[in-house]
C-alpha cells in the first residue's frame, strides 16, 4: 500500500456513529487534510451526518441530487478551490472523482458495489 493511503476500519451504530466521525474529523492528520468527502448511503443518513457535525461546529457542507444544478457547480468550485473543505454526500456526487485536494474520503456505510 502506497505510505499516503490510511485506511482505518470502525463499527459503531447509533449516535456513537457520529461521535466518532466527529472525533476522526478532529483527528490531527484528517484536520491537516485539505479536502474531505464523508459520502452516505441514503439522504436521511445524509441529514443526520450533516446535522450532527453542524452542531459540532465543523464547518461541513452537504450534496445530493435534490440540490440544483447552479448550487452543485458552486459547491464543487468552492471545494476544489479550497473555500470549503468537508462535503457531506450521497453517491450523487460521483465516487471517482479526481480533485488535487481531496486527501480524505470516509464512508458511513458499505458502498452497495465497489
Do not use: W
Not at 457520529?18 to 492528520?29: F, G, H, K, R, T
Not at 457531506?88 to 470516509?106: K, P, Q, V, Y
Amino acid at each position: 500500500m502506497n505510505k499516503n493511503l490510511f485506511i482505518t476500519v470502525s463499527r459503531e451504530s447509533g449516535s456513537k456513529k457520529y461521535d466518532s466521525i466527529v472525533n476522526y474529523l478532529m483527528a490531527p492528520q484528517i484536520r491537516k487534510c485539505k479536502g474531505v468527502l464523508i459520502y452516505c448511503r441514503t439522504r436521511k443518513l445524509l441529514n443526520d451526518v450533516y446535522n450532527s457535525l453542524r452542531h459540532s461546529y465543523l464547518d461541513v457542507h452537504m450534496f445530493h441530487a435534490g440540490i440544483g444544478q447552479k448550487d452543485k457547480v458552486d459547491l464543487m468550485n468552492s471545494f476544489r478551490s479550497g473555500k470549503i473543505r468537508i462535503i457531506a454526500t450521497t453517491n450523487a456526487l460521483g465516487m471517482g472523482l479526481d480533485f488535487e485536494n481531496l486527501e480524505c474520503i470516509i464512508h458511513l456505510n458499505m458502498p452497495k458495489s465497489i
